[in-house]
Structures are given as structure tokens and as C-alpha cells.
T-cell receptor, first 116, second 109 residues
């Protein structure tokens, strides 16, 4: 149980295009999902907290107009990187908050984005 | 501010034991997680501690001292597949995970 999928696994795009990444909780309902970004040899950096049916809460320094988050259902959250640039190239990981007593996060496999 | 400290890199020998330490300073505390992350993959859950003491789970054990703001992950009978980064993360009063930078563990034959 508690499986989270992400699609696509990797994507290469041209500078200026937009890329959508999907995060799905496959066997449980997730009212809260998180989006992280991880640069090589660095730890996870929380970008935003996504709550079903409401606006996402963005961390300081993360542009909400550039990283659009939609959490329209209890099993799906999407992250759209708009007008992507090479500096947006990174490993994007989503997680879904489980229902255990200790707020365990279940991670998706990640999406590697390369912007040319 | 909130801060998690753990060593950047450690090296150990196959079959041996290694202890990865983590110290934390957070606004409130609701538990500490250890995750394993292989290169190019997402983190996978290893352990959660919220009470003082040692939690043992097979070859892996995790220890917590809340008064000292300290935790460690103990890996026994090391295998080559244990080569990975180990991430320490503390849950603050807002139930937000504060992540350490990770410890890269290199296992040598």
C-alpha cells in the first residue's frame, strides 16, 4: 500500500516551453501532497505544499507563477514548470502525506527535467 | 533558525557496522525520520523515532535523544547495496519536514 507514482520519469524540453509533471497516489487518498526539487549532491528542497481543493502554499523564494500547482482531486497533484529555462533543470520529487500517526510522507519516483 | 547537521560522506567496509549521526535544531519537534536515497531515485522510508531510545528493524536501527537533539542510524552487516545517501529529517511543530543534506555512504569490498 501507499504507492505514489509520477509521470513522466524524465523529460527533455527546449528553453521557453512548459512542462507538466503529474503525481498520483495510487491506493490511498492524499489531501496533502508536497513538491520537492533536488539539485545534484544536495538535499531535498521543499517547493510547495499542495492541498486538495485549495491553493498551494509556496516556500519562500519559489515563484508561484512559474511553478503552477494544481491539486484538483484526492489522488492527483500536478506541477507545471512554465517557460522553463536551463536553471530549472533538476530532479523534481512529489510526496503524499499518509494517514499514519506520524505523518509519514510517501515519495514518488521523481522526474528528471532537463531544459536545453 | 532550523537546522539539521549530518556528515557529508562516510566510508565503510562490506560486512562491517556504520553509525550515521544527525543533530537537529527545530521549532518544535514531532519526530525524526531517516530515509535512504540511491542515486537518481526518490527517498525511501527507513525509520521514524519520536520517543527516546533505540528502534531496531532488521539490519537497521535508529536512535533518538530528544534532550540532546541527536539521532543516529546504525547499519549492521553492511552490503554493497547499502551504498546510498542517508537523509535525516525532523518534523517541526508545523509538521513540516526539515531535511538534512544527506550522508553519502560508500561501501568498499
Amino acid at each position: 500500500g501507499a504507492v505514489v507514482s509520477q509521470h513522466p520519469s524524465w523529460v527533455i524540453c527546449k528553453s521557453g516551453t512548459s512542462v507538466k509533471i503529474e503525481c498520483r497516489s495510487l491506493d490511498f487518498q492524499a489531501t496533502t501532497m508536497f513538491w520537492y526539487r533536488q539539485f545534484p549532491k544536495q538535499s531535498l528542497m521543499l517547493m510547495a505544499t499542495s492541498n486538495e481543493g485549495s491553493k498551494a502554499t509556496y516556500e519562500q523564494g519559489v515563484e508561484k507563477d512559474k511553478f503552477l500547482i494544481n491539486h484538483a482531486s484526492l489522488t492527483l497533484s500536478t506541477l507545471t514548470v512554465t517557460s522553463a529555462h536551463p536553471e530549472d533543470s533538476s530532479f523534481y520529487i512529489c510526496s503524499a502525506l499518509g494517514t499514519s500517526d506520524y505523518n509519514e510522507q510517501f515519495f514518488g519516483p521523481g522526474t528528471r527535467l532537463t531544459v536545453l | 533558525g532550523q537546522n539539521i547537521d549530518q556528515p557529508t560522506e562516510m566510508t565503510a567496509t562490506e560486512g562491517a557496522i556504520v553509525q550515521i549521526n544527525c543533530t537537529y535544531q527545530t521549532s518544535g519537534f514531532n519526530g525524526l525520520f531517516w530515509y535512504q536515497q540511491h542515486a537518481g531515485e526518490a527517498p525511501t522510508f527507513l525509520s521514524y523515532n519520536v520517543l527516546d531510545g533505540l528502534e531496531e528493524k532488521g539490519r537497521f536501527s535508529s536512535f533518538l535523544s530528544r534532550s540532546k537533539g541527536y539521532s543516529y542510524l546504525l547499519l549492521k552487516e553492511l552490503q554493497m547495496k547499502d551504498s546510498a545517501s542517508y537523509l535525516c529529517a525532523a518534523l517541526d511543530s508545523n509538521y513540516q519536514l526539515i531535511w538534512g543534506a544527506g550522508t553519502k555512504l560508500i561501501i568498499k569490498p
